[in-house]
């Protein structure tokens, strides 16, 4: 009997043993988890971006495209903007360079600027749902055209735009889209 006490007694010592061990190690975990949480900080932020839109178009008036001698021809050319806000360039080309020489566009200067790489640019910024004020209203073929030298011709107009983005002037966008190109 005496035997077995000692027996149960060293059971019980271990089973203390293992009881206060295992209290130290969870106090010991609760307290590293209280200090890390106590020297920790965290925090969040939600940044919602949107994406814009560059959806522009070129809309025009040409009523009647035939070309005579000494002829004022109607032909209005502007952008409409149905994305944010814009930059807007257009470039106009004749297809034939012989009849090119016998016309005159009336540029409206005012509102576009024509710069060296043969572009004219809108000075102000397109907003979502305007127009800009036509580049030219009318095309004027010389009295002094030879009639027997007229012959059919496009005037090839192409629109390009930039969102204004970031940027703080269409110079800067413009230069950037060069660099980028």
């Known amino acids: 009997m005496i ?7 060293k ?24 200090v890390l949480a106590y020297f ?3 925090e969040q932020t939600n940044n919602k971006h949107k994406v814009a839109v560059n959806d522009t178009s070129i809309e025009e ?9 000494g002829s004022v021809v109607k032909k209005e050319v502007r952008v409409t ?14 297809s034939d360079n012989d009849m090119q020489q016998y016309c005159t ?23 979502k749902g305007s127009k800009t004020t ?19 011709f496009d005037i090839i107009v192409r629109e390009e735009s930039l969102q204004v983005g970031y940027f703080k002037s269409a110079d800067e966008a413009w230069s950037a889209y060069k660099k980028n190109k």
């Open 3 to 9: 035997l077995e006490d000692t027996k149960m007694k």
């Open 11 to 34: 059971v019980k010592g271990k089973k203390r043993f293992f009881l206060i061990t295992c209290l130290m190690l969870l106090c010991a975990v609760a307290g590293i988890g209280g």
């Open 40 to 42: 920790t900080d965290s």
């Open 61 to 69: 008036v040409f009523p009647d495209p035939s070309f005579k001698p």
């Open 81 to 94: 903007n149905n994305g944010s806000d814009t930059y807007v360039r257009m470039q106009v080309l004749f």
């Open 105 to 127: 566009v009336n540029w409206n200067t005012t509102d576009w600027e024509l710069k060296s790489d043969g572009y004219y640019y809108y000075k102000k910024i397109l907003p």
């Open 134 to 152: 036509p580049l030219f209203t009318t095309v004027t073929v010389s009295k002094n055209a030879p009639e027997d030298e007229m012959k059919d």
